[in-house]
């Protein structure tokens, strides 16, 4: 496993990401073709955690393009041009390609993802200033003490505050947890939205 760290470790930061890009590790297991769906730059300064891409960006190869992208962007008080700009805000889900869907949604992202990647790419993320941690999976390898539930994480938004914001995620599968916590919407939206403001 170190030999394959070092590897990584070795490679330039455009032939990693293209490595990414290409990767085909979990073929075996997915229902479809692996695409792979990051973004990112040397030079971003947000990154976005989420879970693994939904179908809509499986089939169109960009992140977040579905109502829960829509939400998650309005969240932030950002557009499509500010969110997709690579310079400033990196997207890194815990699986980068589409699981597949099974009887309550979306399966989990596969493990083999964040194994073999994760740990080289955030290494050269060195001006990312604000990660946002989006749902169970993302914030179980990000959060120093998850309290496994993710109202929970997110109600400690304070103690990762301001370099990280554990947040449920923006699907529409949420609404009801949303109508449940206003807070989130009322306490928490305007600090992100001041902070994306001020990195961007």
Excluded at 7 to 35: D, I, N, Y
Excluded at 38 to 48: A, C, F, G, N, T
Excluded at 75 to 94: H, N, T
Aim: proline share 10%.
């Amino acid at each position: 496993m170190e030999s394959h760290k070092d590897e990584l470790a070795s490679l330039g930061f455009v032939q990693l990401v293209s490595r990414v890009r290409a990767c085909t590790l979990c073929r075996q297991k997915l229902p479809h073709e692996p695409r792979p769906v990051v973004q990112l730059s040397e030079s971003s300064r947000i990154l976005i955690v989420g879970q693994a891409p939904g179908r809509k960006v499986h089939e169109t190869g960009v992140p977040f393009n579905d109502p829960s992208g829509d939400r998650l962007r309005q969240w932030m008080g950002i557009g499509r041009d500010a969110f997709y700009d690579e310079s400033r805000v990196a997207i890194l889900p815990m699986g980068f390609c589409f699981p597949g869907t099974g009887k309550s949604g979306d399966l989990p992202p596969l493990p083999e993802c964040a194994d073999t990647w994760r740990e080289a790419l955030l290494a050269r993320l060195r001006h990312v200033e604000l990660t946002l941690v989006i749902g169970q999976y993302a914030q179980a390898w990000h959060l120093p003490d998850n309290r496994r539930l993710v109202t929970d994480n997110v109600q400690a938004w304070r103690e990762y505050w301001p370099r990280l914001l554990p947040m449920p995620h923006p699907s529409p599968r949420n609404n009801l947890w949303l109508r449940r916590n206003p807070w989130f919407e009322n306490e928490v939206l305007p600090r992100l939205q001041a902070r994306v403001s001020q990195l961007l």
